[in-house]
Each structure stands twice: as structure tokens, then as C-alpha cells.
């Protein structure tokens, strides 16, 4: 402010001597205009005037710093005049000051300042384009994966067993025991003659061929396949056969395996097909699996004949043989093998949604022969199974062996095997059991050959087999069971007309020999085969 009271006072004070200065000039001119003519005076007037304006100029600039002396006293009283009021206007006369003495360098100011800012903009912009939330996106993404589990439906899920269920029989009679998983409590012949059953609804009771379920009964109920009669029947536990309760399967074909899913629904496989199937008849045509409601009555099948092959113009039927469920589906071995027993192919697994009745993979077990027994391992999460080889092969032994398949949701994979050749003598029988990473299969030997059967286990983490035991005929050792929780293999003996136990607590599995338990001494039966219940 006092900048611009100077510059006001310095150019008044300019004015005033610039009037003075014509002034004087004016009056001189006027003497000696009277000897000119008008036109010339008036000119000479002219130039004299812009003469004495640059006199009035050169004057003007050397009374400068006088009158700026002046004006400094002037300004000092105004100052003093205004002293008080200063505090109050000082930032606003200020940046008045700044505006009339520096507005370029306040335009360069404020544009330093817009250069910065955009420079801190630049600077800024990386981090901020730097989100981590596209990084995030992948594990935002985990769909593919939760969505299975989110519609996963587990569609059996078997009860602890609570011990074993043992066929006694000496090819005409039969009877059934327990053995409980704790302490071994044994159930001697609970059921034991065909007199014990109601003769119009079991009778004739239990011939040779009773088979035993892949998997235990929910409620601990202790259930046989009659496979000839085509009946299933089970027993409420610590209960005589009076409380015996059936199923009787029409058209049935042989009934081999029997899975109750958590639904209610049972799958029941028909082993053979029906080569007189009447298409007026619903459900007759065999070589499937059956489905039946919760109260036994047939609703549907699952036929298996398209997973037949034809061998030289012989149509093959598929022959069920047993049942496993893993990943979500049950998998069911296939003989594929032509009704005369005769022409043999590649044996087949086939895959079932039980969510849709409907067969959703195939594979072929390439070079082996009448694949039967089958097991799920969760311990590794592999599905293992065992190949007996055809009676009418070459050598059963180069189509026997032990097999194991990891699934990835979409296909099966190798994940290990062992030819029978590699084990022993002869080719395997077609029971399988597993614990931890160990299969459990008996070597088959003919009717009383020597020497005889044998139990074998394999490693299925490097492949390696061990010799447990053997009998001392072919045909003796039949069922096998394994108790997980108190670490032992059941092993039935028809021979010694006794059940083995093996302790597979150690890393060596050894018999223990002095608990083999006789499973029907009343009836003097030898235990043929085991389950669990």
C-alpha cells in the first residue's frame, strides 16, 4: 500500500511541474508569435511545445529523487497516521503489495506450484494404479473348487462296523456267527439250522453260496445274500432268526452285492442277464442294477449291457460282480464275460451318480481277466480291486493280479499294481480287504492242491508284497476283515475250521496264533467267508 501512495504522489507532483513548465513556455511564445504569420506561428508553437514536454521530460527525471524524498516524508506520515490499523490489514497489504510488485512472480509461483502438484500427481499414481485387488481376484476365485463340496451329496456313508459276520458251511448246511470287535466276543451259530427260520417265508435256509455285502448294515444289523434264491435277509442284532427280516428279489439272476444308500434306495446287482427277457415283464432283464425303494419294491434299473463287448461275433454280458463307493460314486466291477462262461474279455469298472441313476464313466483293466472284490482306501484316497483271471485262460496268472486308481474328477489313473506272477503260485481269489496303505489278497490254489492257499499284503506306496501265511490246501482261506481301530486282520480257514487273526500293529504283520477262534463248534462248520455288520 505505501508503494502505490507513492506512485500516486510521484505522479501528481510530475503533473504539476509539466503544467508549470508549458506555462512558462506559453508566455514566451506569445512575444515573438506577433513578428510570425499565423500558420508559422502557430507551427513554431508546436515544435516549441514538444521542445519544452522533452524539457519538462529531462526536468521531470532529475527532480526524481527529490520528490522522492518528499514523498518519503509524506509517506512517513501516513505511515504514522496509519499505524495502528496495520497489525490488522498487514497480510492483505501484503499480498497487494505482492500483486502490484510481483504478480509474474506469483504467476511463476502458482505455476511452480501446479508443476509440483502435478508432479506429486505423477508420483502418486503408480501406487494408486497399483491395486491389490486385482491380485486378490485369483483367490477371490475358488468357485471351481467350493462348488463341489457345496454340491457334494454324500450318498452312503456306512456305520462303524461293530464286528464280523461269519458264514459257516461245509457245502450242505450253513450257519452264521459273530465275532464283536470288542474283546472278541464270540456269537456261536446264532443262527443255525434251517428249523430256526419260518419254512413259508426263508425256507430252505442257507445253501453254500451265501455272499456277504461290500459294506455294513445301518441299526448293526447283521445281513446275507442268498444269491441263488435271489434274497436279501438280515438279523436285528442279538436276535435269533425268528426277527429275521427279507427282501426277495424278482427276477433276480444272482444278487452278488447289496449297498443301501442315505437315501433309503438300494442298489442290488443282478449278476446274469436274461436271455428269454419278456418286454411285457418290467424288470426282468438282469445284468444291471436294480433299484429298490426303501421298503424293497423295484422303481428302476441301470442297465449295464452297453458295457459288454463282442468277442467274434459273441455278444458278452456285463456280470456285475461287487460294489464300492468313492468320490461320490458307485463303482461296480464287470466280469464281461459272454453267459456260457465261455469267451472272456478286458474286465470293466464303471462309475454310477446316484444322484441321477445314470452311468457316468467306464474304464477298461487292460489284460486282466474276471475282476471281482473292490475297496475304497482313504488313507491314500485310492480305489483298489482284485483280478482273479478267466477258468479258461492259458495262464490265469498273466490276467490276475492287484490294481489301484486315483480319480481326478474326470478319469481314472494307474496308480499301482502287481501281477499275481510276481507274488506266487497261483492267481488270486477275488476277495480283497485294505487298511492304511496295505492290500490284503488271498492266492487261490485248485481244490486241495499243495501246496495250498496264501495271504499276501502289498504295499501300495512302493509296491512291495510280503507272505503272511498259508494253508495247507487249495480252497481253504476265503473271507477277509479288518478291524481298523484295534489294528487286526481277519482271516477265515476252512481247513482249520477257524478264523486267523494277523496283528497289523507293527511294521511286520504276524498271526497271532494263539487266537484263532472257532467260529461253529456246534455244528461242526467251517467259517467259508466274512463280512462286517
Known sequence: MGRLVKAELLLSLFAILSLMAFSACDSSSDDSSDNLPSGDADMELAIDGDDVEADAVEQDLELEPESESSIDGDMDNIEQDTSEPEEEIDPDEEQEADVVDGDLDMDEAESMEEVEADQDVLEIEPEVEIEPELELEPELEPEPELEP????????????????????????????????????????????????????????????????????????????????????????????????????IDYGF????????????????????????????????????????????????????????????????????RMAYAWGLVWVTLGNYDHNLNVWSDAKLVAIDPSDDSVVYQYTISGQHNCEGIAYMPYTDKLALVCQGAPNDDNPKSHSGIFGYAWDGSALTEAFSKQAAYMGFYPLSGKIAVYQQHVFVCESAPLMAQPGDALWSMNTLNSATAYIFGSLFGQD?????????SQVLYVSDKYIAAVRLVDLSGSTFVELTEDSIVTDSVNSLPPVNLGLY
Open 149 to 248: 463340496e457345496a454340491e457334494a451329496i454324500v450318498w452312503h456313508q456306512p456305520p462303524a462296523p461293530h464286528g464280523v459276520l461269519v458264514v459257516n458251511s461245509d457245502g450242505v448246511s450253513s450257519s452264521l456267527s459273530t465275532i464283536a470287535f470288542a474283546n472278541q466276543t464270540l456269537d456261536e451259530a446264532f443262527v443255525g439250522s434251517a428249523s430256526e427260520l419260518s419254512p413259508d417265508t426263508l425256507a430252505p435256509l442257507f445253501p453254500m453260496d451265501l455272499e456277504l455285502p461290500s459294506y455294513p448294515l445301518t441299526g448293526n444289523l447283521r445281513g446275507v445274500l442268498d444269491v441263488p434264491n435271489d434274497r436279501y435277509i438280515w438279523f436285528p442284532p442279538a436276535a435269533k432268526a425268528v426277527s429275521a427280516q427279507q427282501i426277495k
Open 254 to 321: 444272482g444278487i452278488p452285492d447289496i449297498i443301501q444308500l442315505n437315501d433309503g434306495r438300494y442298489y442290488v446287482l443282478r449278476l446274469d442277464s436274461n436271455p428269454a427277457e419278456n418286454p411285457a415283464v418290467d424288470f426282468d432283464e438282469g445284468g444291471d442294477v436294480l433299484i429298490l425303494d426303501d421298503t424293497g419294491a423295484a422303481t428302476g434299473r441301470i442297465d449295464l449291457a452297453a458295457y459288454a463287448d463282442t468277442v467274434d461275433d459273441v455278444v458278452l454280458e456285463p456280470h456285475p460282480k
Open 477 to 485: 482261506l476265503g473271507g477277509l476283515a479288518v478291524d481298523e481301530a
